[in-house]
């Protein structure tokens, strides 16, 4: 009898089980332990004596389809058929026998896809749109990876660091790439240029005064026409406005600058979670390489290299040596802006009357 089709839904994500490796469907809930045998390979046992072999490979992120078709053709000629994509861009090929591995590896780094990115390696940069898909970028997210990846090509491929290292990047202050060990985000050192002109036939002005963290923002008139004005003493250029008013222009070519934060974590492993700090402004955002973000970003790395401890996260690190050592270790400038913990800063948060959920 034919399996009944699967009706689409409108929420939520579809049922991963059908998409899944034989192996892993059988052993599903049943893993005893995994290893990693070398970078970029995984391997589960199960309670049962069963494997699954993992090959990760690092792709350009922004993926046409004949890179899709290529990545496809590869797993039918080289693997099982089955493959996934991870929420840092990498692509994991599944086979059960630890012989199809190596011809699979061959493979992907003759087509241009390094294998790595497991273990202590720094991982593929997971960022927002950039300039291709979003509708308020500062800079070109993706743009930034390329070049980082570049340059970080050999530390993705060998597990010589001291733990995983994320990294982040964001188009624009609203930081959507969210935390990482190092992020790079753009800064917006101006207020926001208005085209009172358009304001009134574009902007919902009072979504647009909501949308302010510090309310800076108020409706005005200028010559005759609704608008809205900016309390340049309260506004700390995060540009939350441009979205739903796009004649408040925040994007500068000269004045938005690149900036480099360290120390962010998501999970409970051995720390808390942590927030991001801020180490390094206003670089320059400097397409289509940016040379400036690229050299502090590698200062940073080789230093956490050489004197970590094993195991030691980049945010556990530098609370272990203190800002202080760090700064003087990466010979980054320290300044009133830098390493900010939000403790005691209550001025620099909303302080309006406003209530919003």
Not at 85 to 107: C, G
Not at 115 to 121: E, F, K
Not at 151 to 169: D, F, I, Q, S
Not at 220 to 248: Q, R
Request: positive net charge; glycine residues 8%.
């Amino acid at each position: 009898m034919a399996e009944p089709v699967r009706m689409p839904i409108e929420s939520g994500c579809p049922d991963p089980v059908q998409y899944m490796h034989p192996t892993m469907r059988r052993n599903y809930g049943a893993w005893a332990y995994h290893d990693r045998p070398r970078p970029g390979v995984l391997r589960h046992t199960s309670k049962h004596n069963e494997e699954v072999w993992t090959v990760r490979c690092g792709t350009q992120r922004q993926m046409d389809v004949y890179t899709i078709k290529k990545l496809a053709d590869i797993a039918d000629e080289f693997g099982d058929g089955y493959i996934r994509f991870t929420i840092r861009s990498n692509v994991e090929f599944m086979v059960d026998t630890e012989a199809k591995v190596n011809p699979l590896i061959e493979a992907l780094e003759s087509a241009g896809f390094p294998v790595g990115g497991t273990g202590p390696t720094v991982s593929m940069i997971s960022h927002t749109q950039g300039w291709l898909h979003c509708d308020i970028p500062g800079t070109d997210a993706s743009g930034v990876v390329k070049a980082l990846m570049d340059e970080l090509y050999e530390e993705y491929k060998k597990a010589e660091m001291p733990n995983r290292v994320h990294m982040t990047t964001s188009c624009c202050q609203i930081n959507c790439g969210g935390h990482g060990d190092i992020a790079i985000n753009i800064q917006h050192t101006k207020p926001p240029k208005i085209n009172h002109d358009l304001v009134a036939n574009v902007c919902e002005r009072p979504t647009v005064v909501a949308r302010c963290p510090v309310a800076a923002i108020r409706p005005a008139m200028v010559n005759g026409k609704p608008t809205l004005e900016v309390d340049e003493k309260k506004c700390i250029c995060c540009g939350a406005c441009f979205p739903p008013c796009p004649p408040m222009q925040i994007n500068d070519p000269e004045h938005s600058k690149i900036a480099i934060w360290v120390g962010g974590k998501h999970s409970n492993a051995r720390s808390k979670p942590s927030f991001q700090k801020l180490v390094a402004a206003g670089l320059p955002n400097n397409p289509p390489r940016w040379p400036e973000v690229g050299a502090v970003v590698k200062k940073i790395l080789a230093v956490y290299k050489t004197d970590a401890r094993d195991w030691e996260r980049v945010g556990e690190w530098v609370e272990r040596i203190g800002w202080p050592a760090f700064f003087e270790k990466t010979g980054l400038p320290f300044t009133k802006f830098h390493v900010s913990d939000w403790k005691g800063t209550r001025h620099q948060l909303n302080s309006s009357a406003y209530i919003r959920l």
